[in-house]
């Protein structure tokens, strides 16, 4: 008994029913070349793609002035199939299989793709799934898109000193050139701050505005979080490409603050992407190619670094084109009555509480001390002021209260005096413990900058801060 003219019917019949069932199911069935060129398209997929020309025009175009956002190109240049895809169509989202064509000896020669959706009421659930998430999506790039505009412009600078409106005119200058600005300045002197204002102020100003503090990441993280990571570039690498900061600042600003703790051997990688907007991700060989403006900042005076051969001098002409130094605030004394008003009006508005105001010898006071940690510091003060009282008229003595005791131009003689009939041992203690908290309430609790103001590493810093018993977390109330 022989089953075989059977079977060949069998075929015969699946072969023909297959294609039935195809042109029944199928709103689109498209044919193209090894080139991507349409060699044959359906009529009922050219008027769901609402094309009006005349439909043997449309052979022989590349399959995208038809289908923009066809993959079938994919599908000939991989010799890969793609059993089940998503395509959107005007209002609709289509289920796509696209198979390559192989003649019989196996050499690719084009590809043929279906578009269902008529049939595809099985697939509704995964559909709305697959909607919500776009949707989902769709807004959380909107959400990250506004969180990485600049948070401030120009106009938030206070200050009407002499040095501050050519500090202003100089950003707004910078703003249009599109050039590489360096800021320089003394810690807290609002580097930061002016760095957005001319990212605002310029025309990638709705593109956007990325920031990297350089000096806390630890160093072996630091190619990494600029560059990014190729997947699987080594063991625990995500799966996926993870973006460094250079490609998520891409069309915007990037501002690369305390360059000088930037480590030698990353300068050289950045020199490049400066000179040549080009880098590879870490663990990859592809170029990455950006368009970008670099904003760097230092609180450290990089001539002395390039001297010491801790900073190469060609990366610092590459960053110095367009230099803003930022005066210190002992040095534009008249902007400090400004500041501190506006800073106030902030407190009060963040805080709920009762607007605060100075008298005329509460902003001499603050006139009359140097203020190592500039505006930061200002504000410090001001917030210790605002949380030791509920007086909304503030005094000259409100403001000595609230002035760090061991960094106020007469607090060390006084502390050293008050020592007198103490153990040497417990007034050194003492003293290099107001000198800390003094240090970390003018950098606001941050430990590098804090250690940067006491010339010593960031290591011996948390060892003191251990042994003296200060807390982590001191922003600076002792
Ligand atoms: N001219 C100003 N007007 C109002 N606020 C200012 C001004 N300058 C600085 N500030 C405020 O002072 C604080 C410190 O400023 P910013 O962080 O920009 O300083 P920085 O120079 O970048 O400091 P660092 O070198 O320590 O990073 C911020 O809260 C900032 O908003």
Not at 110 to 120: E, P, T, Y
Not at 155 to 171: C, F, H, P, T, W
Not at 250 to 267: A, H, K, V
Not at 389 to 401: E, P, Q, S, Y
């Amino acid at each position: 008994m022989s089953l075989e003219p059977n079977f060949e019917h069998l075929r015969a019949r699946a072969v023909e029913s297959l294609f039935q069932h195809l042109a029944d199911a199928c709103v689109g069935l498209i044919v193209v070349d090894r080139d991507a060129r349409i060699a044959w398209i359906g009529d009922r997929y050219l008027e769901l793609l609402g094309y009006s020309g005349n439909p043997e025009d449309a052979l022989g175009r590349p399959v995208e002035e038809v289908i923009p956002n066809s993959q079938m190109r994919h599908v000939v240049e991989s010799g890969q199939t793609m059993l089940l895809d998503l395509m959107d169509i005007k209002e609709r989202t289509i289920v796509v299989t696209r198979l390559p064509l192989r003649d019989e000896d196996g050499t690719l020669i084009g590809a043929i793709g279906f578009a269902l959706f008529d049939r595809a009421d099985r697939l509704r659930p995964l559909m709305s799934k697959y909607q919500k998430l776009q949707e989902e999506l769709t807004r959380a790039r909107q959400e990250l898109a506004q969180e990485r505009r600049a948070k401030y412009s120009l106009s938030q600078m206070i200050g009407n000193s002499d040095s501050m409106r050519e500090v202003k005119r100089l950003a707004r200058r910078a703003a249009q050139l599109d050039s590489t600005v360096l800021l320089l300045g003394e810690t807290g002197t609002g580097k930061e701050l002016l760095a957005h204002g001319i990212h605002a102020a310029s025309p990638r100003a709705n593109a956007p505005f990325v920031g990297v503090n350089v000096a806390a990441i630890p160093e072996n993280l630091l190619e990494s979080e600029l560059f990014g990571v190729a997947p699987g570039a080594y063991t625990g690498a995500d799966r996926k490409m993870r973006e460094g900061k250079f490609q998520l600042a891409d069309g915007g600003t990037l501002f690369l603050d305390e360059i000088g703790d930037m480590p030698l051997p990353l300068q050289a990688k950045l020199l490049r992407v400066l000179q040549e907007r080009e880098f590879e991700a870490v663990g990859s060989n592809k170029v990455v190619r950006v368009d970008l403006r670099v904003i760097a900042a230092t609180s450290r005076d990089l001539d002395a670094l390039v001297r010491e051969r801790q900073f190469r001098a060609d990366l610092y002409y590459r960053l110095n084109v367009v230099p803003i130094t930022l005066p210190p605030l002992r040095d534009r004394t008249e902007d400090i009555g400004s500041i501190a008003d506006r800073i106030l009006d902030e407190l009060a508005f963040t805080t709920a509480a009762p607007s605060r105001e100075l008298t005329a010898g509460a902003i001499a006071v603050l006139e009359d001390y140097d203020w190592p940690g500039n505006v930061r510091e200002l504000r410090n003060v001001l917030e210790r002021v605002s949380a030791m009282t509920d007086d909304t008229v503030l005094t000259a003595d409100h403001i000595r209260g609230a002035l760090p005791r061991a960094a106020g131009p007469a607090g060390s003689g006084e502390r050293l005096a008050e020592g007198g009939d103490r153990p040497l041992s417990d007034v050194l203690k003492d003293t290099e413990r107001a000198a800390i908290v003094g240090a970390l309430s003018r950098t606001g609790g941050v430990k590098a900058k804090a250690a940067k103001l006491l010339g010593i590493s960031r290591a011996s810093l948390y060892e003191r801060m251990q042994a003296l018993g200060i807390k982590e977390d001191t922003q600076g109330t002792v």
